[in-house]
């Protein structure tokens, strides 16, 4: 997905931004992967909560 992200936008400015990108995407490849929506996981993201039991 970091290749297609690249030619849509042309390229990264910076490697830290490329990274920042790469973690973002990790994180909600992985939430995703675990049943999560993406907004959800975004949510809990910021609100400190970054893995939560589902309780399954």
């Known amino acids: 997905m970091s290749k297609v992200k ?4 042309g390229c990264f400015r910076t490697r830290k931004h490329a990274e920042a990108y790469c973690r ?3 994180y909600l490849q992985t939430m995703a992967n675990q049943g999560y929506n993406p907004l959800v996981a975004i949510q809990m993201a910021f609100s400190g909560q970054i893995y939560a039991d589902r309780g399954e």
């Open 24 to 26: 973002i995407s990790s």
């Open 6 to 9: 690249q030619k849509v936008s």
